[in-house]
């Protein structure tokens, strides 16, 4: 039999890490939405309005796709759990019949 436990656990802390640092830039764009929606609201130049209407338009483009991201970085951390419970039991299961 070959251990591969040590492989799940590396490739589980990857994922726990990278999701780590998307939730960071997710907080860090949410914060550029607010100011941009604040920028349209209150400023009282029409230009300034326009920008901050743009840059809403790209940052919001850019959540979805950071948010994208994160829903498979989960999944993909999902599918390992579901393999590190299976493999365990495959193994609990052998050493139980040794």
Request: hydrophobic share 45%; charged share 30%; aromatic share 4%.
């Amino acid at each position: 039999m070959i251990a591969t436990w040590h492989l799940i656990t590396v490739d589980q802390v990857r994922l726990s890490e990278e999701l780590c640092g998307l939730d960071a830039r997710q907080h860090a764009l949410d914060r550029k939405v607010r100011d941009a929606a604040d920028r349209q609201r209150y400023s009282a130049d029409p230009a300034q309005k326009a920008q901050a209407a743009q840059d809403e338009a790209a940052y919001v483009a850019e959540m979805d796709r950071l948010m994208t991201r994160i829903r498979a970085v989960e999944a993909v951390a999902a599918q390992s759990r579901a393999g590190l419970r299976t493999s365990a039991g495959c193994c609990a299961a052998a050493c139980a019949r040794s």
